[in-house]
């Protein structure tokens, strides 16, 4: 099994930087990519971004040039820098793994959420 555990939220002014943290432990070698989804006041689960096993990352349209994806020895904890952060960035950040399951990719953990609030 993999556990996921979150760090790094906080109160931050409108143009400042925050660094979230996804430690993860357990079985980390079943990990096949990991993402970072938020959810802001009152609205849905959005991807924000993601890093696979190869390195590749994608991001949201939204924080695209803002944000960056990371990871440190191999799967040990992955990071969302987030730079020129904006009050719509307002939200609780999840981090979630996707496992390795034989010849399939499934759903796993998910981290249980930090809270990052952007002011005006």
């Known amino acids: 099994q993999v556990q996921l555990a979150e760090s790094g939220g906080g109160l931050v002014q409108a143009g400042g930087s925050l660094r979230l943290g996804c430690a993860a432990s357990?079985?980390?070698?079943?990990?096949?990519?990991m993402t970072w989804f938020r959810q802001p006041p009152g609205k849905e689960r959005e991807l924000v971004a993601s890093i696979s096993s190869g390195g590749s990352t994608n991001y949201a349209a939204s924080v695209k040039g803002r944000f960056t994806i990371s990871r440190e020895n191999a799967w040990n904890t992955v990071y969302l820098q987030m730079n020129s952060l904006k009050p719509e960035d307002t939200a609780v950040y999840y981090c979630?793994?996707?496992?390795?399951?034989?010849?399939?990719?499934?759903?796993?953990?998910w981290g249980q959420g930090t809270q990052v609030i952007v002011s005006s």
């Open positions: 979630h793994a996707l496992l390795k399951s034989g010849a399939f990719v499934i759903s796993g953990p």
């Open positions: 357990g079985n980390i070698f079943s990990i096949d990519a």
